[in-house]
């Protein structure tokens, strides 16, 4: 399991989605009996495609989005434009080594939101984050999972535990370090355990899968549903 909050974070965060969601254009989309009928799930919009700029553009890689879509996208969806750059730049690079998953940044947007409101305040310009979960020792709702003889938290924009980051951490932007408190690096993890299971993200069952698969709660589920439907709604998508 890659974030471990559970059924009370999953709970609280479905809270703070529902006040996402009211001052959206639209209303997300309401998602009933999730799990096991899949197959009946409503996808949430796509959102805007976050293209790659010309060779004339600015970016420094292949991956990285359009600047005029990432300024107009960040101001009308009020995602932080660093976050949003880390959730495009892995959508763009999902599109090109893992094409079959056919992953959307709303979909990371959302877990970004219902995750750590991605990394809130303390988000630094180099995507930086110190966003640390609480200890957990099984009370409260939590899993009791120890790492080294203590009680593990979960860390970073993304909320990777230490043993899911040991097996999926991954550098994202290029600096030779996987980084979990960096949100390229977090973003890019994130596609990638997403996309693990082959599946693809544009039908019903393969996103609730792939949802499902980053946090075992229904609850949460609907949570990533409802952001990720709001973010589309207000890019335009």
């Known amino acids: 399991m890659l974030s471990v909050f559970g059924v009370v974070a999953a709970a609280a965060a479905l809270v703070v989605t529902a006040v ?11 998602v ?7 197959a009946s799930v409503q996808l949430p919009d796509a959102g805007a495609d976050p293209a790659a ?4 553009g600015t970016s420094t890689t292949s991956h990285e989005p359009d600047p005029a879509w990432l300024a107009s996208t960040a101001t009308a969806t009020g995602v932080p434009a660093r976050a949003l ?13 893992l094409p079959g998953c056919r992953l959307g940044w ?4 959302g877990i970004g939101h219902v995750e750590s409101a991605h990394g809130g305040s303390t988000l630094a310009p180099d995507g930086r984050t110190s966003v640390e979960g609480p200890a957990l020792d099984g009370t409260s709702g939590y899993a009791a999972i120890s790492e080294d003889g203590a009680w593990d938290r979960a860390r ?5 535990i230490a043993s899911t980051w040991r097996q999926w951490g991954s550098d994202g932007d290029g600096d030779g370090v996987a980084d979990v408190d960096d949100v390229d690096d977090a973003a890019w993890t994130a596609a990638r355990y ?10 019903p069952a393969g996103w609730t899968a792939a949802v499902h698969s980053y946090n075992h709660s229904d609850v949460y589920v609907r949570s990533v549903l ?11 998508g």
């Open 156 to 160: 970073g924009p993304l909320q990777f």
């Open 106 to 109: 709303t979909t990371l947007a």
């Open 20 to 30: 996402l969601a009211s001052t959206a254009p639209s209303t997300p989309r309401d």
């Open 53 to 56: 700029p010309s060779s004339a």
């Open 194 to 203: 997403l996309c693990a299971s082959d599946a693809d993200l544009t039908t």
């Open 85 to 97: 750059q880390a959730y495009a730049s892995a959508t763009l690079r999902a599109g090109a080594e």
């Open 226 to 236: 409802a952001a990720a439907d709001a973010y589309a709604a207000r890019s335009g």
């Open 32 to 38: 009933q009996d999730l799990f096991p009928a899949a």
